[in-house]
């Protein structure tokens, strides 16, 4: 027998003052637009209908709203001090020898130049090795397939986060 209850995480979530909902919401994805619009359906009867809601929101977005998402997300292997979801995230890249991340900086930096925003890789579970060369590739990408790309990678960054959010007991 299944459950149809909505788990505690997302209850107290749809159970949220206004606020308290909108400011969770823009630490998951730091768009207002998103934010907006996920706020906006609440209650959510189950994660799913929240996780498709993101889903749509992400694909929404637009020009301007992703370099609001993206200005959200710190250089890979450079957290923001104190931001645990950045540090978690970016694990992968703890154990990078100091030639890695320079060399990821230097990466960094070209991208940002190329692209005129951070380099955004869902990075949970990459290796500081796997994120390098996804820069790498990357790089050579036209803007507007890179513009594509990253909203695909900040669509998985949202749902990990959005997970971790409802699944919080």
Same mark, same amino acid.
């Given at each position: 027998?299944?459950?149809?209850?909505? $788990? $505690?995480?997302?209850? *107290?979530?749809?159970?949220?003052? /206004? &606020?308290?909902?909108?400011?969770?919401?823009?630490?998951?994805?730091?768009?207002?637009?998103?934010? *907006?619009?996920?706020?906006?359906?609440? $209650?959510?009867?189950?994660?799913?209908?929240?996780?498709?809601?993101?889903?749509?929101?992400?694909?929404?977005?637009?020009?301007?709203?992703?370099?609001?998402?993206?200005? +959200? %997300? !710190? !250089?890979? =292997?450079? $957290?923001? !001090? +104190?931001? #645990?979801?950045?540090?978690?995230? &970016?694990?992968?890249?703890?154990?990078?020898?100091?030639?890695?991340?320079?060399?990821?900086?230097?990466?960094?930096?070209?991208? &940002?130049?190329?692209?005129? %925003?951070?380099?955004?890789?869902?990075?949970? +579970?990459?290796?500081?090795? /796997?994120? @390098?060369?996804?820069?790498?590739? @990357?790089? =050579?990408? #036209? #803007? /507007?397939? /890179?513009?594509?790309?990253? *909203?695909?990678?900040?669509?998985?960054?949202?749902?990990? *986060?959005?997970?971790?959010?409802?699944?919080?007991?």
């Amino acid at each position: 027998m299944t459950s149809t209850a909505t $788990p $505690p995480g997302l209850a *107290r979530f749809n159970a949220l003052e /206004e &606020q308290a909902a909108y400011t969770a919401l823009l630490e998951v994805c730091a768009s207002t637009a998103w934010t *907006r619009r996920l706020l906006a359906a609440r $209650p959510y009867a189950d994660p799913d209908a929240l996780y498709a809601k993101s889903d749509a929101a992400t694909a929404a977005l637009t020009e301007a709203d992703l370099a609001e998402a993206m200005a +959200g %997300h !710190p !250089p890979i =292997g450079r $957290p923001e !001090p +104190g931001d #645990p979801t950045s540090a978690r995230e &970016q694990r992968g890249m703890a154990g990078a020898t100091d030639e890695l991340r320079a060399e990821m900086l230097e990466l960094n930096l070209a991208y &940002q130049e190329k692209f005129g %925003h951070v380099f955004l890789i869902c990075a949970t +579970g990459r290796t500081a090795e /796997e994120m @390098r060369d996804a820069v790498r590739d @990357r790089l =050579g990408n #036209p #803007p /507007e397939e /890179e513009r594509e790309i990253v *909203r695909t990678e900040l669509g998985k960054i949202n749902l990990i *986060r959005l997970t971790r959010l409802v699944e919080e007991d």
